[in-house]
């Protein structure tokens, strides 16, 4: 006897998906099932990357498949389908770049950086396409931590080519100036070069555009979170009280300006010893995951403080990709997919579904 649809649905609903919690079939997931006699196929189409993780969860759902009576050969296809999401009301988009995430901090020194290139390498890694704004005018990083050099070029000498390194498409102020050179600008330039960087860049098509955001919450940082299109907004801190006081700023600023908050990043969040495996809670024991549940607010993850880190992004080789397979590279692939999963929860955009309207006047 024939396996019915019915029988199929109830048996892949018990396939819960690691990253939501929430089975395939009543998140409208699972697609185009199809039975011919013995014969099963269907698609699972996920909202975010997942690379490292289709494989097992092909495996699981064609477990639960063949234990439905009936079922002989199963055939089932995965793949990640990420769309543009709703930005803050009366702000332009950006051409090819579907979502826009800032990476922030209240306060300097807590990782943030090192944070959002580690981010972006890992949502690459999982199967995205993903560029880095570095948005730090006075202390740009990420050229030396994506390990480029060189300036971009210029095809039609109004734009810039984005560099590249590791799969990731690059943007900085770092490119355009000596690397001893000190970016002495006030505000409405700085803010004026930004969005310069941002806009007359050729980005290629983006799932993500990591914003690396420079620290506190000025005039910059305000006019930032106004003017480019984002998605949301990530914050990075420690689990240090004086690192949570400036990290609610930031949360305080983004809320003012409509910025979705995705959630936060606990960075620097215990030390283990490598040679004795002594732990040690150096900045404070779970201040961020506190932080998030005061403020209701998801909490993406939190990541260690080890030397490994600090090494491997100075010399231009992140963790995600020096040691793609190790422990601390897992983390940030975790962090990473919380991030695009919750915000492919998030409104999508429409946009590009209204029709453009021109108004002429009568001759």
């Known amino acids: 006897m024939a396996p019915s649809e019915q029988n199929l649905t109830e048996a892949l609903k018990a396939v819960i998906d690691p990253n939501t919690g929430r089975d395939f079939v009543s998140t409208r997931q699972l697609k185009n099932l199809r039975v011919d006699g013995g014969d099963v196929a269907f698609d699972v189409e996920l909202g975010y990357p997942a690379k490292s993780q289709i494989a097992s969860l092909r495996k699981a759902l064609i477990a639960a498949a063949r234990s439905v009576p009936g079922v002989e050969n199963v055939s089932a296809n995965l793949s990640s389908k990420i769309i543009a999401h709703a930005v803050q009301r009366g702000v332009q988009l950006l051409p090819k770049v579907k979502n826009i995430v800032a990476v922030a901090s209240g306060k300097g020194g807590v990782g943030k950086s090192t944070t959002a290139v580690n981010l972006a390498l890992a949502l690459a890694a999982e199967g995205a ?62 803010t004026q070069a930004l969005e310069q960087l941002l806009r007359q860049t050729n980005w290629g098509e983006l799932d993500y555009l990591i914003v690396d955001m420079p620290p506190g919450t000025g005039d910059i940082q305000l006019t930032l979170s106004q003017r480019v299109p984002l998605t949301g907004a990530v914050i990075v801190t420690t689990p240090q009280d004086i690192a949570l006081l400036d990290a609610r700023k930031g949360i305080k600023m ?14 620097m969040a215990v030390h283990v010893c490598e040679k004795c495996g002594h732990v040690e809670h150096i900045f404070g024991a779970d201040g961020g995951k506190k932080m998030a549940a005061e403020y209701e607010m998801d909490y993406l993850g939190a990541l260690p403080l080890n030397l490994s880190i600090r090494v491997q992004t100075d010399g231009g080789r992140p963790t995600v990709v020096s040691d793609p397979d190790g422990e601390i590279a897992a983390l940030y692939k975790s962090v990473a997919r919380q991030l695009a999963v919750k915000i492919s929860q998030r409104a999508k955009d429409y946009s590009s579904k209204f029709p453009t309207i021109n108004i002429s006047k009568d001759t």
């Open 129 to 190: 396409t993903v560029g880095i704004l570095d948005a730090d005018i006075y202390g740009p990083s990420q050229p030396m931590m994506m390990g480029i050099e060189g300036r971009p070029e210029s095809v039609d000498g109004k734009t810039m080519e984005p560099m590249e390194n590791y799969g990731v498409q690059v943007i900085s102020i770092g490119f355009l100036i000596d690397a001893d050179q000190a970016m002495i600008w006030r505000g409405p330039m700085a």
């Open 254 to 267: 983004f809320e003012k300006v409509g910025v979705p908050i995705l959630g936060i990043v606990e960075n």
